[in-house]
């Protein structure tokens, strides 16, 4: 794993060319498209399961060398590049395919039509960057009014510097200093992107409360290249760096016990869920420490990594109904890291600028104006089957919400996450490839380009069950909670059987806006997620007027489609090949059934004060005076057992003293 410090300072362009990562083909820009295999697995027994998330990854890893393959300079056209490249990647993808299908065999499994996803394509990538290459090199500014406003705001005119950017080891030619993108056509103007629209209107049964949690920046630098979820068990898994925020313990050998017993960045030490999304980077020749290493500069993710300024976690309700406990280690992907090749279906990808929150870009990077900060908003599934916390193409157990905000047939409504990430980075000088201001992209798979619209989140719901109830019972009661909004919090409600309290008709909830409040000054505070609108902008993206309904097109299968559920109380589980067997919560558990009331926990000491935005891990960080439980029994402090009695010991000397009185009247009397 490795840390975000450690930055050498390299030339700005030749550090692409030094470290080995691949450059733009002598012949034209062009990608490997090859089918996603993994996505058409809606079905894999669990006897399998292993073989089969291992021979996937080997498939990505097959990818992605044949694409740097691709870069060797001697490979000179088409025809020897499928010869020497294509084929054989075809013959391993053969190879492999066949294995996953003879796991599947053994396991039950008939699997139908893989044998014909073992092509793959060259597929040229002018059209998708709007103009041809060669346009882009000699013609920056007629690439658009979008990228014609971005240089006004970078001042930076005139073709000569477009020209002049060319001679700096072809930077501008495939786009960034890695030779496989961005490139100018990735990025647009803010302001040319269409108004969002109209999120549907609560009514009837809504959920209108929101719960913030507050778990910090990824300051102390927890990056690696795995992906727990779709390559469990494989080292690299993702072929892109990840911030990981929350849980401290992610990497792809994590069990799911692992994640139960690690650390937290977040202040409210009952949530351990994991938070990842892939990093951006400054395509500015900088060399961080994976410069030479793969899921960085050898799969093309080059460039320095930029911390976020912002984090903000919110779990939003339902505008039709109330919301039921997510379980236990629930997984759920959004967007897709492959969009570029697998096409939109997938996608869900949302790019705008501080104080410009009401426009959305879906497929381009925002240019913002000067004081504006970038946002990328990853709005994740909101429904869910009811039984898997998985599925075998991480997407199948749930679902987005339909235009009315319903659920699909055979799907309930759980707390939405709404993952809001800010960064401090300039609109980039497009006018000559970035070389005055540098251009900025996530990490990517490298056939991927970097686009902006593989750009995807991922979430293991790793919640205490009390505190996952609280949220619950918040949400549906419509209040503002959690860590991150320093409100009361008294942790009872709806928790989503009817048997709470009701909608208070407060009316919808348009969430916390991070700075509306005033923090409990006993709470620790995280500087890097203190406050929720950066120079003024939009509310909490709990209230943004973003609908909450699936991507379009979407794919999400019906629920005649999802994986074969076992027996209600056996839930179907995946995890890792080293994890313990997890199931869901019972039926009952999941579903908030009881009056409301959650458990208390113990008291959390309140001599830490240790930031977990800064990194530091290990200490136990105080949430809101308003949120900790009331003290019991032999846990109350000694102030408050003092307070408690000092009454009581008052009156037993005054009865003494009535007492000796009275003795020495009777005896004055005898």
């Known amino acids: 794993m490795l840390g975000g410090g450690g930055l050498v300072a390299a030339n700005v362009y030749a550090s692409a060319t030094e470290s080995g990562t691949p450059q733009q083909t002598s012949w034209g820009a062009v990608t490997i498209d090859c089918p996603d295999v993994g996505d058409t697995l809606t079905s894999v027994p669990d006897g399998s399961r292993a073989d089969v998330d291992k021979?996937?990854?080997?498939?990505?890893?097959?990818?992605?060398?044949?694409?740097?393959?691709?870069?060797?300079?001697?490979?000179?056209?088409?025809?020897?590049?499928?010869?020497?490249?294509?084929?054989?990647?075809?013959?391993?993808?053969?190879?492999?395919?066949?294995?996953?299908?003879?796991?599947?065999?053994?396991?039950?499994?008939?699997?139908?039509?893989?044998?014909?996803?073992?092509?793959?394509?060259?597929?040229?990538?002018?059209?998708?960057?709007?103009?041809?290459?060669?346009?882009?090199?000699?013609?920056?500014?007629?690439?658009?009014?979008?990228?014609?406003?971005?240089?006004?705001?970078?001042?930076?005119?005139?073709?000569?510097?477009?020209?002049?950017?060319?001679?700096?080891?072809?930077?501008?030619?495939?786009?960034?200093?890695?030779?496989?993108?961005?490139?100018?056509?990735?990025?647009?103007?803010?302001?040319?992107?269409?108004?969002?629209?109209?999120?549907?209107?609560?009514?009837?049964?809504?959920?209108?409360?929101?719960?913030?949690?507050?778990?910090?920046?990824n300051a102390n630098g927890l990056f690696n290249s795995d992906n727990v979820i779709v390559a469990p068990g494989v080292s690299n898994g993702a072929h892109h760096f990840h911030d990981y925020i929350g849980n401290q313990s992610n990497t792809a050998f994590a069990s799911d016990q692992d994640l139960a017993?690690?650390?937290?960045?977040?202040?409210?030490?009952?949530?351990?869920?994991?938070?990842?999304?892939?990093?951006?980077?400054?395509?500015?020749?900088?060399?961080?420490?994976?410069?030479?290493?793969?899921?960085?500069?050898?799969?093309?993710?080059?460039?320095?990594?930029?911390?976020?300024?912002?984090?903000?976690?919110?779990?939003?309700?339902?505008?039709?109904?109330?919301?039921?406990?997510?379980?236990?280690?629930?997984?759920?992907?959004?967007?897709?890291?492959?969009?570029?090749?697998?096409?939109?279906?997938?996608?869900?990808?949302?790019?705008?600028?501080?104080?410009?929150?009401?426009?959305?870009?879906?497929?381009?990077?925002?240019?913002?104006?000067?004081g504006s900060d970038v946002v990328r908003t990853f709005k994740f599934q909101s429904c869910w089957d009811g039984r898997n916390i998985d599925s075998a193409n991480h997407r199948t157990h749930v679902a987005f919400a339909q235009n009315d905000g319903t659920c699909p047939d055979g799907f309930e409504a759980i707390p939405q996450l709404v993952q809001r990430i800010v960064y401090d980075v300039d609109a980039p000088s497009l006018g000559d490839g970035g070389r005055t201001t540098p251009l900025f992209a996530v990490d990517s798979f490298p056939e991927q380009l970097h686009k902006p619209v593989t750009d995807h989140g991922d979430f293991i719901n790793v919640f205490d069950e009390n505190l996952m109830n609280e949220m619950v019972g918040c949400i549906n009661d419509g209040r503002e909670c959690g860590a991150g909004t320093g409100q009361d919090d008294p942790g009872n409600g709806d928790n989503g059987n009817g048997n709470g309290n009701n909608d208070d008709g407060n009316g919808e909830n348009g969430g916390d806006d991070g700075n509306g409040s005033t923090p409990d000054p006993g709470a620790s505070q995280d500087p890097g997620n203190g406050n929720g609108n950066d120079n003024g902008s939009e509310d909490n993206p709990g209230n943004d007027d973003e609908p909450q309904q699936q991507p379009t097109p979407t794919t999400e299968a019906p629920a005649g489609d999802q994986t074969t559920a076992p027996a209600a109380d056996q839930p179907k589980t995946y995890s890792s090949p080293t994890a313990h067997s997890t199931t869901a919560p019972s039926p009952e558990a999941a579903n908030g059934t009881g009056n409301g009331q959650a458990d208390q926990p113990a008291p959390q000491d309140d001599t830490a004060t240790d930031d977990p935005g800064t990194g530091t891990t290990g200490a136990v960080a105080q949430p809101p005076v308003a949120a900790q439980p009331e003290p019991q029994g032999s846990q109350s402090s000694l102030a408050e057992t003092g307070t408690q009695l000092w009454p009581a010991a008052l009156g037993a000397i005054l009865l003494i003293s009535g007492f000796v009185l009275l003795r020495r009247t009777s005896r004055r009397s005898m």
């Open 55 to 217: 021979e996937l990854a080997l498939l990505d890893q097959q990818i992605a060398e044949a694409y740097q393959q691709l870069q060797d300079p001697s490979v000179q056209d088409r025809e020897s590049a499928q010869s020497r490249i294509v084929d054989p990647l075809q013959e391993n993808r053969a190879a492999t395919i066949e294995r996953i299908s003879a796991a599947l065999q053994a396991a039950g499994e008939q699997p139908d039509g893989l044998g014909d996803m073992a092509g793959c394509t060259l597929r040229e990538t002018e059209n998708e960057n709007g103009d041809g290459q060669d346009q882009q090199q000699g013609d920056g500014q007629d690439q658009g009014d979008q990228q014609g406003d971005g240089q006004n705001q970078d001042g930076q005119q005139g073709d000569d510097q477009q020209g002049d950017g060319q001679d700096q080891g072809g930077q501008q030619g495939n786009g960034g200093q890695a030779g496989n993108g961005p490139v100018a056509a990735d990025y647009a103007d803010i302001n040319s992107a269409p108004s969002s629209a109209q999120a549907p209107q609560a009514q009837g049964d809504a959920s209108r409360g929101t719960f913030v949690t507050s778990c910090g920046v």
């Open 261 to 370: 017993n690690a650390e937290t960045s977040c202040v409210d030490q009952g949530d351990k869920s994991t938070y990842y999304w892939p990093v951006i980077r400054l395509q500015n020749g900088t060399q961080e420490q994976d410069a030479n290493s793969p899921g960085g500069g050898v799969e093309g993710n080059a460039g320095e990594i930029v911390t976020p300024k912002e984090v903000t976690l919110t779990f939003v309700g339902n505008p039709r109904s109330k919301v039921t406990a997510m379980p236990r280690l629930l997984r759920i992907i959004t967007g897709d890291a492959k969009a570029f090749v697998n096409g939109p279906a997938n996608a869900n990808a949302s790019w705008s600028c501080t104080g410009l929150e009401d426009r959305q870009l879906k497929d381009k990077y925002p240019l913002c104006p000067q």
